[in-house]
């Protein structure tokens, strides 16, 4: 039948248009279906006598079987005395029956699914006579119909694709010898100077305290106090005085009087990067190393570029296609991101937003739960149409450094509540890089990246 038009009653759906249209199921019960802005459907369903009564049937039997009838093996029991004896509950078991076929029977036919099941789908009978036709109404919010999407029309700009650089390589090589490098104990007769690391005892001659117990400082402004810098610069191991050094424990400067004895002068030894060091790693010589260090920094900046790339993609494909979003999904989001921008805003700023700032944030929250959640329906979509599946062993290994948080959780209920969304957030994640990247890959944007 023709779609027809009609001014929505609603409060909250005022100066918006509904959508109604009508069809027959197999089983000949009449379809309309209402539809208004932010995924909200109505099923409005006639159920022909023919339909009822084969119901009605189907739930006499059922509570045959389930009662016991003096003079009669359960199930036996000839049908009239079931209708005389438990009328309420057959009445009830026969709409419970009927709501549940009828709905499968009208989501079938109209291809339409509810967002979330059971629960969320408001049942109301209109009329209930099983013995002739009869009207129920069902109302909820629907997932989303995605329109089906050309990537190459979408409108990305990929990040510039970087190479290390020679620098930014020999720079690396630096710092990897810089890492193996050790200290070690120079001789007696060297003196204490700006290269050089030390060890020192600095017992307060009042008290026989140690100043600063068990520490190695490198001789070099800033890394050590000051003032013991300027002392220890000149002696050499095994030597002593008395000097006035700032007490690190008081709130105030405080000079207090110690004997500061020099026990060791180190010095930092780095090694030389050749054939021998490699060897030493488990590498074959030194242009294996080179090589294994200047591959793991490109796959850094690989990952760093697909990351961006994915984000990029993701932002376009909210962009580049436009549907009706449940209104429930989005304003859940909404609030989600609110309450982040808002503790942030309150973290950087030490009080609550309030006046323009607080509408700023409403209005961003807004904008970014619409991408998201437009982001999670389109990704969806693509999952399903390319058959892309998450194994669960690999939702697990990136659950892990989770776990060990959630396991301190000792009721069992919100433990399995925080298991199951922690995995529906992995794998959510997770599906999601899968898509993205699959989209990324048929427009070349990944040719070259390993």
Known sequence: MPKKKVESKSDDQKNTTSVIKEIQTSSGIQVAVTTLPGCKVTFTLTLPTEFNSSIWKEAIKLINKEVSLPGFRRGKAPEQFIVKKYPTHLNQ????????????????????????????????????????????????????SVPELDYKKLDITAPPLVTVTDEEFEKELEILAQRSSQQKECDTETVAAKEHWVEVKTEILESQEELYAGKRFECRDGAMPQDLLDAVQGMKAGESKEVELTDPKASSEIKVKVKLELEKVLKQETPTLDDAFAKSMGLKDLDDLKKRLRDNMQNQKNYEYEANLLDVVQKALAKGVDFELPASFVEQEKKTIQQTKSLEWQKKNQAKPEGDDLVKIEAEASEAAVERVKSLFVVHHIADQENIEVPRTQVEEMMQPYLGQLSKEKDPERLRAGYSNLYSQCHMHLLTQSALRSIASKLGLLDGVK
């Open 93 to 144: 078991e026969w709409k419970k029956i009927a709501a549940e076929k009828a709905l499968q029977e009208a989501l079938l036919a109209t291809k339409i699914s509810p967002l979330q099941q059971d629960a969320s789908i408001k049942t109301s009978w209109i009329k209930s006579e099983p013995k002739e036709s009869a009207e129920i109404t069902y109302e909820f919010e629907a997932r989303p």
